[in-house]
């Protein structure tokens, strides 16, 4: 669990499917089957993190299973991104 918290998520249209090391050496990525074995086994149908700049607010990976959203518009006023919240109705469904 640390390491899913911690470590990068691989994009959709990244090889690999597993873990694989960060490029910089220094902790893990994780791929979309070790999103959906996660998900299987805690009876989860989505994980949201907020770590990591995303330039849209937020994107959907993994198959739809994890919800990656970014809060801070224009990061250190020089990146240009967008921001975004999640809103958890009731019904736990998202907008």
């Known amino acids: 669990m640390t390491d899913m918290a911690w470590g990068d ?3 959709d249209d ?11 050496g220094l902790g893990w990525c994780f791929g979309a089957l070790v999103t959906s074995k996660f998900n299987r086994i805690n009876n989860l149908e989505l994980i949201v993190r907020s770590k990591g700049l995303v330039m849209t607010g937020y994107t959907y990976e993994h198959d739809q299973q994890l919800l990656k959203i970014f809060s ?5 006023y020089r990146v240009g991104n967008e ?11 998202c907008r």
């Open 14 to 24: 990244e090889p690999g499917q597993g873990w694989a090391m960060r490029p910089s």
């Open 9 to 11: 998520p691989i994009l």
């Open 72 to 76: 801070c518009p224009n990061f250190c």
């Open 83 to 93: 921001a975004a919240v999640v809103h958890i109705g009731a019904d736990l469904g």
